[in-house]
């Protein structure tokens, strides 16, 4: 089993960033892909992005350019960097990770319980 647990979410004015961190311990040496989702209220969760064990990244359109995810393996951490936030990236967070290199809904074997951000106009 592995255990996935963020931190780093809080309030932020437009235009401002903050830095989500995720620390998975347990089980981890099965894990390839790790990155993050979200969820708006009202709204189903999305894929924002991606980093395999290997370091290829994937990005979601609306984040491109502004987002950033990294990974240290040493310290078996996902962040992800966010910058020139707007109000619409304002939800829940939610790191994921799986076994394989994809991480579509139905590849995460498992989530965090998510850290909500803010974001105001």
């Known amino acids: 089993q592995v255990q996935l647990v963020e931190s780093g979410g809080g309030l932020v004015q437009a235009g401002g960033s903050l830095r989500l961190s995720c620390a998975a311990s347990?089980?981890?040496?099965?894990?390839?892909?790790m990155g993050w989702y979200r969820q708006a209220p009202g709204k189903q969760r999305e894929s924002v992005a991606r980093?395999?064990?290997?370091?290829?990244?994937n990005y979601a359109d609306s984040v491109k350019g502004r987002f950033t995810i990294s990974r240290d393996n040493a310290k078996n951490t996902v962040y992800l960097q966010m910058s020139s936030l707007k109000p619409e990236d304002t939800a829940s967070y939610y790191c994921?990770?799986?076994?394989?290199?994809?991480?579509?809904?139905?590849?995460?074997?498992?989530w965090g319980k998510g850290t909500l951000v803010t974001v105001s106009s």
């Open positions: 347990g089980s981890i040496f099965n894990i390839n892909a």
């Open positions: 980093i395999t064990s290997g370091g290829s990244t």
């Open positions: 994921a990770a799986a076994r394989e290199a994809r991480l579509c809904p139905t590849c995460v074997d498992y």
